[in-house]
């Protein structure tokens, strides 16, 4: 698996990702898509759209506003008990989230390093370690703090450090057992951080009315639940999508876009009859699953968690998660929760308006249950890049390749002149990239070799280059014979096509149909 760093790295190389307002220093945990990222991210945006609305007979689609009626919130429960658990370093002042700062403190240098220490199994390593490295990586741990009065203590007659529990162990050298990842301080109590972003509408802070960015899309189709109902007609089951950024103020983001204060969802509540909802929410598990394995990610990376129940949200009656194994380890790509009927009958109860359907079969009203298939835009973009990062060695060169679906590269061809001082090679290379274009975007490149030129478009996951060459154009020795080469990103294999060919061999490539191109047209050189 690719490390983040080579991610973050390639990112800002290549232009998918950068840092938000980089030029005054960043701001922690806010990106920006660069020309290349906003292709990719959407893409993925535009497949989910086309596969959950477009191919279905029972999806319409909604984009709601992101400012909500402060109401909405409290009818919610997000006012209420949309908090994480926070806690504090006492001494460097760091926050984190309560969950989380365990994992923090085991994967961190400085423990791993005592760690280290620890298993030699005497205490004079530990005092060493505390004297002298620890100074730099922990200076806040109490023994550390205090380096010449541990030194001095008599551990004679008490067990070994590796012969003590680990809450013992960081009792001995930190004086609590929770201390904190960064400086080995002493930690705060648990507390509960609200997670909403409050903002404010109105010219007048006194007069203005306080309300929350949104810290899901899903309440604008629950309070919307009527309207579309009317306008669309559907019968049950039907789904609402939405796609849209969502905000939240998270304790600890962080893993590059993994986590992140604003960031997009991709969010289908799907409302069905009261006890069908269990059968439901597994087809949709089993299809969103299938989603991202549709699109190239590797069935390795991808496997399903269900919740135990008291990781339930206070929405939920089961959850299950779509993991990703991404770069930092397992982690939430997707959620899809079975949310009851507590939303519809939360916004009845606050708003006065019945939010309910009529069933004709039965001839009565009812309340439909939701299944909520979650994703995030983000996390799903950031999945398919890191799936799609390989390192090759090719001619003892390595070799930079991201093999992206051809619906989610971000370019789908690169058009290249092997001879840029040859005008008629250079006139005929951008007439086709002005005809690809029309229906795949294409670009036209001649600002290197055609070797440095084939590796710049590996690296950014294009499918397919078309090389334009004297044989295309012709010359004094041989007349035009208006072919060009095209070669596969994944296999760098070539074939030789007609120019008059070209589009509909385009087609079947898109289509993942090499093979069946290269036996019709035969592989020229590798
Ligand atoms: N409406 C249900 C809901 O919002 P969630 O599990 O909190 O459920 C759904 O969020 C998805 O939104 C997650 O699986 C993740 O992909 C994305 N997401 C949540 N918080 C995020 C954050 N801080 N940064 C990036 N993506 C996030």
Not at 212 to 231: C, K, M, S
Not at 409 to 431: C, G, M, S, Y
Not at 492 to 521: D, F, T, Y
Request: aromatic share 10%; with cysteine; charged share 30%.
């Amino acid at each position: 698996m690719v490390d983040m760093d080579k991610i973050v790295s390639l990112s800002k190389r290549r232009g998918f990702i950068f840092q938000s307002s980089e030029i005054y220093g960043g701001l922690g945990s806010a990106w920006d898509y660069g020309p290349l990222g906003v292709e990719l991210k959407n893409n993925v945006k535009r497949l989910w759209w086309r596969d959950n609305v477009h191919l279905r007979d029972d999806m319409v689609g909604l984009d709601a506003a992101i400012t909500m009626h402060p109401k909405v919130w409290e009818a919610s429960g997000h006012l209420a008990s949309f908090a994480d658990p926070f806690t504090g370093c006492l001494d460097c002042g760091r926050h984190y989230r309560a969950d989380h700062v365990e994992e923090a403190r085991k994967n961190s240098k400085w423990w791993q390093k005592l760690t280290e220490a620890r298993g030699k199994g005497t205490w004079s390593a530990v005092i060493n370690w505390v004297k002298g490295d620890g100074k730099k990586l922990a200076p806040n741990l109490a023994s550390v703090k205090q380096a010449e009065v541990f030194s001095k203590r008599d551990f004679s007659g008490h067990p070994e450090p590796h012969q003590i529990s680990e809450s013992e162990f960081m009792k001995q050298v930190g004086g609590v057992d929770s201390l904190c990842p960064s400086c080995g301080g002493k930690l705060s109590e648990p507390r509960p951080a609200s997670l909403m972003l409050e903002t404010s509408l109105g010219p007048v802070q006194e007069t203005a009315t306080k309300t929350y960015l949104r810290p899901e899309t899903a309440q604008g189709i629950f309070v919307n639940f009527d309207n579309v109902l009317q306008a669309s007609r559907k019968k049950l089951p039907f789904g609402i999508a939405q796609i849209g950024k969502a905000f939240r103020n998270e304790i600890t983001p962080g893993n590059f876009t993994f986590r992140t204060r604003e960031f997009e969802q991709m969010e289908i509540e799907y409302f069905c009859m009261p006890g069908t909802d269990e059968e439901w929410h597994q087809k949709w598990v089993d299809e969103r699953f299938q989603w991202y394995q549709r699109y190239g990610i590797q069935k390795d990376n991808i496997r399903q968690r269900r919740h135990e129940p008291d990781e339930l949200a206070h929405y939920a009656k089961g959850c299950v998660d779509i993991e990703y194994l991404f770069p930092m380890g397992w982690s939430e790509l997707e959620g899809i929760a079975n949310r009851t009927d507590y939303d519809l009958r939360q916004h009845s109860q606050f708003s006065g308006k019945a939010l309910e359907y009529f069933d004709e079969e039965s001839k009565q009203k009812i309340v439909p249950y939701v299944i909520e298939p979650s994703a995030g835009a983000d996390r799903s973009t950031l999945a398919f890049l890191v799936d799609s990062y390989h390192e090759e060695e090719v001619r003892e060169e390595k070799r930079v390749v991201l093999k992206f679906h051809s619906e989610l590269a971000p370019l789908k061809i690169a058009v290249l002149p092997l001879l840029k001082k040859n005008d008629r090679i250079v006139e005929t290379a951008k007439q086709l990239t002005a005809n690809l274009r029309q229906r795949w975007y294409t670009v036209y490149d001649d600002t290197a070799s055609i070797g440095r030129l084939y590796r710049r478009q590996d690296e950014v996951g294009t499918p397919f280059c078309v090389t334009v060459d004297v044989q295309t154009v012709g010359d004094d020795k041989a007349p035009a014979d208006e072919k060009v080469t095209i070669r596969d990103r994944d296999t760098m294999e070539q074939v030789r096509v007609s120019i008059s060919a070209l589009e509909p061999v385009m087609e079947k490539l898109m289509a993942g149909k090499w093979a069946e191109v290269a036996q019709e047209h035969g592989i020229k050189r590798t």
